[in-house]
């Protein structure tokens, strides 16, 4: 799930199937972790958030995973629905005071 | 209902002209941001504010003016010296500046 030029990365799924959209977090300082989504031509909106003392959160239908090992972030979305169609990104904050940082995002596309 | 509004939605400018986009938010949130986002990308930092009347540099910032003279307000002009200034951008406010950001639906702006 990283930017690639001006290219966003972008996965295609069935409905019904399960999603799973991956994110690399640059600092292993980081301690907070937001999953937002925005759809076409809108503002994004939270979706999810964990901190770096969890592996795991789960909210409806979705499933956040962090492994601090790797710097790696993932979001998993049950059963996709043609709503689930947008462009995802991760968000970190590394140590108090500073800000979230975003990533450059992944497209979800859900075929019905 | 609580949240942020940005307006316009869609901005046409002639070039050499500048153009303000307002966002108000009442929230009651201390923190404020103007992010600028380009087709298939992230998200950029243009500018951010923590409290009235002060404010500070994004990644972003040549061309682009911002004042916070209230605390619900945080207008930001787009000037003649950005020199690729179509673009979508985003405002967003936090409880604290490192807070979980909410985002107004965006306001376009198209350079003629």
């Known amino acids: 799930g990283e930017s690639v030029g001006l290219h966003l990365p972008t996965l295609s799924v069935q409905e019904g199937d399960n999603s799973i959209i991956n994110c690399a977090y640059s600092?292993?300082?980081?301690?907070?972790f937001i999953w937002y989504k925005q759809e076409s031509g809108k503002g994004p909106q939270f979706i999810i958030d964990i901190r770096s003392n969890m592996d795991k959160r789960q909210g409806q239908r979705v499933t956040v995973l962090l492994n601090k090992t790797v710097k790696h972030l993932s979001l998993q979305i049950a059963a996709t629905q043609p709503g689930d169609s947008a462009v995802y990104f991760c968000?970190?904050?590394?140590?108090?005071?500073?800000?979230?940082?975003f990533g450059g995002g992944t497209r979800l596309m859900v075929k019905p | 209902d609580g949240g942020i509004t940005q307006s316009p939605k869609y901005l046409f400018r002639k070039e050499g002209q500048n153009v303000t986009l307002s966002c108000e938010q009442n929230l009651n949130h201390d923190a404020m941001y103007w992010y600028r986002q380009d087709p298939g990308q992230g998200l950029r930092l243009i500018y951010y504010?923590?409290?009235?009347?002060?404010?500070q540099k994004g990644d972003i910032a040549e061309g682009y003016s911002v004042s916070r003279e209230k605390k619900e307000s945080f207008p930001l002009t787009v000037t003649s010296a950005q020199k690729n200034p179509t673009a979508f951008y985003l405002c967003?406010?936090?409880?604290?500046?490192?807070?979980?950001?909410?985002f107004g639906e965006g306001s376009r702006l198209t350079v003629l």
């Open positions: 600092n292993s300082a980081s301690d907070y």
């Open positions: 968000a970190e904050k590394f140590n108090a005071g500073n800000m979230l940082t």
């Open positions: 504010s923590q409290i009235v009347n002060d404010f």
């Open positions: 967003a406010s936090s409880p604290g500046l490192t807070g979980e950001l909410f």
